[in-house]
């Protein structure tokens, strides 16, 4: 008698499932960083190894789950630095340095954060993409990121538009043939990192929360609450629900 209940709320979970960002194989986005230390297996489960080499975590509705490892696990993209635009003036650097990553982590949503644009909204830059770069790291050059100190003061801005282009791992990023750095770590549960996925989408992981029954955390957290209602009410709409439709066959 609750089976109306229970395609109501697969309904609204499958709702909720669809709106990961289909992003293309190249493009703009924005790019922070944080720190990861070495050797840490991350969400993804890729090997300690991967750490040694230029890694990133990407923004959690591009990355396709809201925990463990998604469809971006494993992929490898060319980052090159365009501008800052958080400063005032913005900062075009005369040199553009590029980094070839490969995505080994999640950078979760939250608030109005970088990582935390969605489907229907980009983040503060403009970006439906953030990749949040392992950085500082001994495979990238500690002056990766320019600054002009005499004007703007500081060397970090913090953020920065970015273009991607989506790249074959084997060939083009530097841990591409250290067979340590590819693939998953063993024995530590959920992990899903291929060493080199299709350019074109990644056909090897699938989402975790997805197949989990884990829905993506879409909340704004800028918008009024909406009401709470009790499980013991939503319980008995979908007993009476299914009473009725009982009745009525």
């Known amino acids: 008698m609750?089976?109306?209940?229970?395609?109501?709320?697969?309904?609204?979970?499958?709702?909720?499932?669809?709106?990961w960002i289909d992003y293309p194989t190249n493009g703009f986005a924005t790019m922070t960083h944080y720190t990861l230390p070495e050797d840490f297996v991350a969400a993804c489960g890729c090997t300690p190894d991967s750490t040694h080499?230029?890694?990133?975590?990407?923004?959690?509705?591009?990355y396709g789950s809201s925990?463990?490892?998604?469809?971006?696990?494993?992929?490898?993209?060319?980052?090159?630095?365009?501008n800052t635009f958080t400063?005032?003036?913005p900062f075009y650097p005369q040199v553009k340095n590029s980094v070839i990553i490969k995505v080994t982590d999640l950078c979760p949503l939250g608030g109005n954060g970088w990582c935390s644009a969605t489907a229907n909204?980009?983040?503060?830059?403009?970006?439906?993409?953030?990749?949040?770069?392992?950085?500082?790291?001994s495979s990238i050059p500690s002056d990766f990121f320019p600054s002009n100190i005499t004007l703007y003061v500081i060397q970090d801005f913090g953020v920065w538009n970015v273009s991607y282009e989506s790249v074959n791992c084997l060939q083009d990023w530097?841990?591409?043939?250290?067979?340590?750095?590819?693939?998953?770590?063993?024995?530590?549960?959920?992990?899903?990192c291929?060493?080199?996925?299709?350019?074109?989408?990644?056909?090897t992981c699938p989402s975790y929360s997805d197949a989990n029954g884990i829905p993506p955390d879409t909340t704004?957290?800028?918008?009024?609450?909406?009401?709470?209602?009790?499980?013991?009410?939503?319980?008995?709409?979908?007993?009476?629900?299914?009473s009725l439709l009982f009745w009525i066959l």
């Open 53 to 62: 080499y230029p890694t990133a975590a990407m923004s959690q509705m591009a």
């Open 121 to 137: 909204k980009p983040n503060a830059g403009g970006a439906y993409l953030n990749f949040d770069l392992a950085w500082p790291s």
């Open 194 to 203: 291929p060493a080199n996925p299709t350019p074109f989408g990644n056909e």
């Open 174 to 192: 530097e841990g591409g043939q250290a067979s340590d750095a590819l693939g998953s770590a063993a024995d530590i549960g959920s992990v899903c």
């Open 87 to 89: 400063s005032d003036p």
């Open 220 to 242: 704004n957290t800028g918008a009024e609450l909406a009401p709470s209602i009790p499980c013991s009410y939503l319980f008995m709409t979908c007993v009476l629900s299914g």
């Open 67 to 82: 925990t463990a490892y998604g469809p971006s696990c494993g992929r490898c993209f060319n980052l090159t630095l365009l």
């Open 2 to 19: 609750i089976t109306l209940c229970s395609l109501v709320f697969l309904l609204a979970y499958t709702a909720l499932a669809t709106d």
